[in-house]
């Protein structure tokens, strides 16, 4: 939010999905360990920091410095780009491990031919927040950020008929084109 306030909008905060961590993940013998979210940082928490971790992308990649890695490698932003990044790096096969949330990753860890261990759950909401709604009814919005495809399948199934109307001047943001 204070990035978005920064550039010079006015944002109003809508998050569309709970985060839930699951268990730590022991480092056991694997030689890199791959992170499509932020969200999976902290089940790495006991991992050596100078481990490799390959982050999705940049933001994920200073999130990841921020817990203390310090071999850090970011692709460009999506899982495509993720499996370009490894293939092109040799960093494939089963002594790699993909922490990703519960039902994400699965293509990438098949193409890739590495271990997947699930490290958090994101839970759709069923509304919007109420200040979010309000101003989205007003006709007070000019764009929606949408951060994944899970965001944006639980933004789209939380709008009611009057909601899908105003969304009709609406910019949708977003931070990938898969998305």
Aim: proline share 3%.
């Amino acid at each position: 939010m204070a990035e978005v306030r920064a550039l010079g909008w006015q944002a109003i905060a809508c998050p569309m999905l709970d985060i839930t961590a699951l268990a730590p993940v022991a480092p056991e013998n694997f030689r890199a360990v791959l992170v499509t979210s932020a969200n999976a940082l902290p089940a790495l928490r006991d991992w050596p920091k100078d481990r490799l971790l390959v982050a999705v992308g940049s933001q994920t990649a200073a999130r990841a410095r921020q817990a203390g890695f310090i071999n850090v490698e970011a692709a460009d932003g999506d899982a495509r780009a993720l499996t370009a990044f490894c293939r092109m790096r040799g960093i494939t096969g089963a002594d790699v491990l993909l922490a990703s949330g519960e039902g994400y990753g699965l293509d990438l860890a098949r193409d890739l031919e590495v271990q997947r261990v699930e490290v958090y759950a994101a839970c759709k909401r069923v509304t919007l927040p109420e200040d979010a709604a309000t101003a989205l009814r007003g006709r007070r919005v000019d764009s929606v950020l949408l951060y994944s495809g899970k965001t944006a399948e639980a933004f789209r199934d939380a709008l009611g008929v009057e909601d899908v109307t105003a969304l009709s001047a609406v910019r949708a943001l977003c931070l990938s084109e898969a998305i």
